[in-house]
Structure formats: C-alpha cells, structure tokens
C-alpha cells in the first residue's frame, strides 16, 4: 500500500467520528517525513450541542456543521502546528471555503479519494480547483 492510498483510508476512519447522518467526511493533513499533523471530519465546533435533531437536518444543519478540512486546520491551529508545505487528503475536492482555507494555511497538495462530486456541489468544487490551481496547490485523485 503507498502512502497516499494508507492516508486516504486513515480519512475514512476518522469520518466516522462524524455524527451527520448523511454525510461523513474526514481530512488528514500531512507533514514531512509522513508525519500526520492534523486530521478533522465534519462535526459541530467544539462546545455546541449536536444532540439537537433539528440541528442535524438540511439546510439547518449548513449552518452548524464544520467541514472536515477545516476542522484539521483549526485543530492545528490551537495546537501550534505549521501546516506550511503540508499535503491534505480528503474524501472529496474541498469547497471554496475549504479552499481559502488550505492555501492560507500554506498546504501544497491535495490528494483526494475521486474529484467526482455529488452534482448539487459541482460548481462550488470547479471554483474551489480554480482558487486551489492560481494558488498553486495541486489536486489530484489517486
């Protein structure tokens, strides 16, 4: 198994932590020497109440999940961890805001499961590849 398919399947694994019934996604960003330095998945932030059924439903829940990326860049983030020339692995191509969010924090690829999105989120993933490819971050699927 190479290292890309080995952290691929560490995502799936930590997207079951995830309490959204109809999508579970989880990220592990990685740093030289293949060191994991953050991983996330989709979750409520820290401290709110995601025991609340209302909370869990489209499009409500939009407003209160956070995104398994950006959970990774804000655990590290709190932790003090640089994730400048890291690689992210996702399920998926991250969504825009996703995508400020990895070239900000100075990741330089990413490597995701497939690039074939569901198609209600098909235009926001080519303006993500857009920012993700003028920003000089690589995205490929493996």
């Not at 290292?3 to 990685?30: M, P, Q």
């Not at 920012?131 to 699927?141: D, N, Q, R």
């Amino acid at each position: 198994m190479n290292w890309d398919n080995y952290f691929l399947g560490i995502c799936e694994a930590v997207s079951l932590r995830s309490k959204d019934t109809s999508t579970k996604l989880g990220a592990v960003i990685v740093g030289p020497g293949n060191k994991i330095q953050s991983t996330g998945y989709n979750s409520f932030p820290s401290g709110i109440d995601d025991n609340v059924p209302a909370r869990q439903k489209r499009p409500e829940k939009y407003k209160w999940f956070e995104h398994a990326e950006r959970n990774a860049i804000y655990l590290a983030a709190r932790w003090g961890t640089s994730l400048n020339g890291c690689r992210l692995y996702c399920q998926w191509p991250p969504c825009p805001d996703c995508a400020r969010g990895v070239i900000q924090a100075g990741i330089i690829k990413v490597i995701c499961k497939t690039l074939i999105v569901p198609t209600r989120w098909k235009d926001d993933m080519e303006m993500a590849m857009q920012m993700l490819g003028e920003a000089g971050v690589k995205v490929y699927s493996v």
